[in-house]
C-alpha cells in the first residue's frame, strides 16, 4: 500500500484538532528538533511555513478582489469556484516548476533495519532515548530525491481535513440555509432523485466504467489492478453533485424557485448518500484478496451499513438539533446573543465529534443536525444571534469552498502520483452523462405520473446540464489514492470537477436562456434565512402523501410547540389530562404571540392558501415581465411574514389564482 | 533537555495549520499505520480523539450555560473565566484520577541503537522502507508507563497553539474594539504604565526572585539551575496583566472611563512588551552555559532585539491595516459585505502569518493591525461588514478566552512535570506585588505632575489591584518548560493565575464600592465597535504634547483623506500643485459626504468641545444620579455621531461645563 493511503488514516487525530483551517497545505509536522542547531532549523522550517501559508492566504484574497471585479462588472461565465481554480491551478505550476529546493544535507537520515513496522520506534544515543514517530512509506525510488518531494508534500495536505474541518461548515451552511419552503414542497421529487437517482447513477457508472476497464485490460492500457468494486466506488463518488457553483449563478439569476429547490435538494442530500454509498463500498470490500467478486451476502452487508450510517446520522443530527432548541428555549439565553451564538456553535460542533465519535459519518450528521437547527432552534434564537448564526457559517462556507476550489486546481500539479489513461477519461466522462441521465429522464417520467405540478422537460435537461461535481466528489476521490485504481480515479476526477465547472458552470446562463426557463423570479419570501417554513401542511395536499401531512399536522401541534417559541401553545393541542405537563412546557414567551399568531395559523386550513397561488403562476415567462407580477406575489406574502412564524396566509386570499391581472401569456406546466 | 521543549519547537509547524481551534489538546499525531489491524488502531484512535474533543466541546458548552446563569441572576463575585477554570480543573481531576487506560499491547515499540539523532529516520522491513519522525525524548524512567503518560500527554496540547491559534484573535480584537477616544486621551499615561511600568516591574519582580532564588539555595530547596536569566524571564513574563477578567466587570458596571482606559490600554500594550521583552531575554541567554552574568553588550543586544521587534511590529501591523483601508476604499467591495468581510479576515491574518514569516512577533503585529483596522478600515467598511467584523471577532475572542481559561483549569492537573515550592511561591506573590507597586504608584506620581486631570489615589490602588494575571502570563510560561527553573515558574505562575483571577476579579465589585469609584458612567459614546474616534485633536490640548497634535492634524488632514471615505477631501488639504492626484485619490463617497461633514469638523477649533465637558464633569457620583446627567452629557453626542465621522460637537456647546444642572455634589479631581 502506498504512501498517501497511510498518511490518510493515520493523520486524521490531528486534523480534528483544527477547525476553520485555511492553511492545511503545509504538512503537519512533529518532528522534534533538540538542539540549538535543530532549534534553529525548527524555527526556519516554521518561517517557511508561515510563509508559504501567506501565500496561500494572499491567493484567497486575491481571489476574492477578482471575484468582486466580476459580480461588479456583472460577468457570468466564470463563477468565483471556477476562478479559484485556475487561481489554484497557477499557484500549482508554480510550485511544480518554479520553486527548486537545495537539498537540506544536515537534515540526513539515519537507516535501520527491522523485522516489523511498529507505529513508534526509539532510538537509543548512549543512554538517551528518542521517541520517532511511523510517517508512512517511502518510495525506493524517490528516496534519494526526498527535499523536492518533501517540498510537494507539504503543498498536499492531508484529505482528511476536507472530511473534518473544510466540509462540515459547507454542509452544515447548505442545511442551515434550505429554504424549507420550497424543499418540503418538492419534498418527494428531491428525495426521490437523491437517494434512488444517485444509487441507479453510481450502478450506471460502475458498469460503464467496468465495461470501460474491461477495453482497457483488452488493449493493455490497464497498468495494475482494477476491480469491479473499484468501478462501484468510482459511481459512487462521481455521482455527487455539487449545489455550489449552479446554485450561486441560479440565485443570482432569480431563477424559477421550484427548479431551485429541486437542484438544491438534490445536491444536498446525495452529498450525503455519496460519502455513505462509497463507504458502503469500501466497507463491502476487504473480505480478502478476491473481492472484486460479487456475492449476495456481502450485497446484504453493503446496504446494512448503508441504511445504518444514514439513519444514525439523522437520528443523531436531529437529536442535536432538538436539544440546541430546547436548551435555547428554556435559558434566557437570547439576551445575551454573543452566548447564544457561541452555545449553537458548539453544539452543531458537537454534533459533528459526537458523530465521529460514534464512528458514523459526521457530515452528513451536520446536515440534518442544520436542517433542525433551522427548523426550530433558529426560531429561539434573538434576532442578533439569527443573523449572527447566518453570517458566521456563510463566511466558514465561503472560505472552506473556495479554499477547497483553489487547492483543486493546485492539486493537478502538485498530486506526486497522478495516472492520466485517455480512455479511462473519455469512459468516466461517457459514464458520468449516461449515469445522470439514467437518474434524471426515467424517475422524473415517474415522477410526473404523481405531480400535480409536473417537472417540465426544460427542467429536466437544466438539472441533466448542471450536475457538476464538485467539492464533495473531490474529497471522496482524494481521500484514498493509495493504489493504482485509486490514483486513475482522482485523476479523472480532477478532470471531470474542472471540465463541468468550467464549461457546464460558465454555459447556465445560456442554458437557462436558451431553454426559456423563468428568471428574474422574486422569491415569494425574499428570507434565504432559515425561519420561515410551515406550508409543508399546504404541501401536504399535493404532492406527498397522508404519511408527510401527518408529520406536518403532529409537528406544528405538538413538537414546534415543545421546542420553540412559536405555534399554538401545548395547553390547547394536549389533551386535558396533560395540563400541567403542558403549563410546564409552554414558555410564557408562546402565550405573548399567541394573540399575535392565531388569526394567522388557526383558520389556515379552509382558506385558500398562498403556495397554491404561487405554483399556479408558476409558468414559463419573459423575463421582462416578472416585474409586474411581483406586485401581486408579494403582496399579501411580505405582509405576513413579517411575524416571526406565518408564512401562511390569513383568510381567502384575495384574488383567486387564474384571475390574476397578468397581461403575459401564462402557461401553466403539464 | 526535557521532552516538553522538543515538543515546544518541533511542533510548531503543525498549529500554523490551524485558526479557530478548541480541540487541540488532542495531541496530534502523524502515527501512520498501514495494515488493516493497524487502520482500524487508526480508527479507533480518531474515534477516542472525537470523544475527547467532544467532552471538551460540551464542557464549553457547559460553562456557557453557567455564565448565562451567573449574569441572568447578577452574580458577579465569578466572572466567566473563573468559572471556565474551575471546569477545567474538575476535567483535569477526573483526567487525572477517574481514568484508566489500559496498556496498550499492540503498540510494542521496536528500540534501534544509534551514534546521532536525526530529524527523521528510515526504517527497512524486508525492502520496503518506512519513514519516521523525531517526536521527542523520551523519560527513561517513565518509558514504561507509556500509555498513561500518553493519554495525558493528549490532554496537554502545544503550547505554540496558544501563540499561533488562541492569542491572535484574543489581541485582534482587543485591538479592534480599543476605545480609541478614551485610549488617545489618556495615551502618555498608557504608554508610560505600559512600557516604562511593565519594564520597571519586570526587573523588580527578577530582583526579588533573585534574592528568593538565593534564600531557597540557601536553605537547601533548590534542586536545579535558576540562572539570573531565569529570574528577568518570570519578571518578564509575569508582568502582562489581564485586560478580561477586570474589564469585563468595568464595563458592565459602567466603571469611570477613564480608568477603564487606563487599565485596557495598558493590559493591551503591556502583552506586546511582555512578549518582546520575554523573548528578548531568550534572545540573550543563550550565549554559552555560563549565561547568567549579566554582561553590557548582551544587554544592549537584548534591548536592541526589543526595539527591533517592536518596532517591526509595530510597522507591519500599521502596513497590513493602512493596506486593507486602501484596498477596501478604491474596490467597491462594500456592495458585498460578505467578500468584505472575508477580505478584512483574510488579510489581518495575513499580517500574522507574515510577521511569523518576518520572524518578528506576529500576535504584536496583529495588535497594532487591529487599531489601524479600527482606525482606518473599519470607516470604508459597509454597514454590514462593520458589524460582521465586530461580531466575529467577539466571537473568536471569547471562544478562544474561555478554552484558554479553562486549559489552565486542566493543566493544573494534566501537566506532567509541576514543581511546586513554597519558597518560591511565597516569593512570587511578593515579587508581583512589589513589581505592580513599583509600576504604579510612582509613575503615576510623575505623570500627575504633567497632568491636568490627576489619576487620583483611588484609580491608583483600583489599578494596583486589578493587576491581574491571565491568558498572556499562561501562554509565556507554557511556552517552555523544560528546564527545572521554567517547571517551577510555570507552576508558581498557574497558581497566581488562579489566586489573582478569583480573589482579585471576585473583589473587584466590592474594592470599587470601597473606593467610591464612580460607577454607572454612561459611555459618551456607547459603540464600543470602532468607527468613533477623533477626539484626538482635543486631547492634545491637554495631556499630550505638541507632537501628538501634530500627527492628529496630519492624520486628519492626509492620512484619513487618503485611506477611508472621510475627512475633508484631500482637494481641500493638498497644496493646489497636487490637485490631479488629490483628485484621483479622493473618493466619490467623500465628496458626497462633504456636504453632512463639513459644518461638524470645519469649525471644530475654537469651539467648545464635548470632551472637555465630559472630562470636567468626571467625578465621583452616587450611581443613582448617574441616570439623571445622562441627557445633558449625551444629548449633543448622539445626535452627531449618528453620521459615520463626526465625535466632535459642532459649534459652541450649549452648556459650559460647571453650569450642568447637577444636583449631586460634583468633585472634580485633582
Redesign the interface.
Known sequence: ?GFQ???A??????I?????????F?????????D?V??R???E???Q???K??VF??L??LT??T???F??RRFRFLHETGLAMIYGLLVGVILRFGVHVQPDVS????????????????????????????????D?RS?DNLPSVDMLRKAT?DPEVFFNILLPPIIFHAGYSLKRRHFFRNLGAILTYAFVGTVISSFVIGLVMYGCVALMNAIGQLDGDFFFTDCLFFGAIISATDPVTVLAIFSELKVDVDLYALMFGESVLNDAVAIVLSSSVVAYQ?SGESSQALDGRAMLTSLGVFLAVLSGSFVLGSAAGVLTAL?TKF???R??P??E???F???S??TF??A????ITGVVAVLFCGITQAHYTYNNLSAESKS?TK??F??LN??AENFIFSYMGLTLFSFQKHVFNPVFITGAFLAIFLGRAANIYPLSFLLNLGRTNAISLNFQHVMMFAGLRGAMTFALSIRDTATYARQMMFSSTLLIVFFTVWVFGGGTTPMLSFLKIRVGVEEEQESSVPGSEETVGTVGRRDTAWLFRLWYTFDHKYVKPLLTHSGPPLITTLPACCAPVAHCLTSSQTYEQQDSDSELILNHSPSMLYSDLSVSADAVFDPSSSVQDQPLLQGPTHSVLSTEESPIVPGPVPLPPHSSPLSEPLRLRL
Open positions: 500500500m493511503k497511510v498518511w488514516t493515520g493523520s486524521r487525530n490531528c480534528i484538532c483544527c477547525f476553520l483551517c485555511l492553511t492545511l503545509s504538512r503537519i509536522e512533529t518532528t522534534g528538533l533538540v540549538a535543530t532549534e532549523q525548527a524555527e522550517s516554521h518561517r511555513d508561515s510563509t501559508v501567506l492566504t494572499l484567497l484574497t476574492i478582489l471575484i468582486w471585479l459580480k461588479h537534515n540526513s537520515t539515519l537507516t535501520c533495519v527491522g523485522k516489523s513496522r511498529p507505529s513508534s520506534l526509539l532510538l537509543n544515543v548512549s543512554g538517551h532515548l528518542y521517541e520517532y514517530e511511523l510517517r508512512g512509506e517511502v525506493s528516496s495536505f476487504p436548551v435559558t434566557r439565553l439576551d445575551f454573543l452566548l451564538t457561541a452555545l456553535f458548539l453544539m460542533w458537537s465529534l459526537l465521529e465519535a460514534c464512528s449572527r453570517e458566521l456563510e463566511l465561503f472560505l
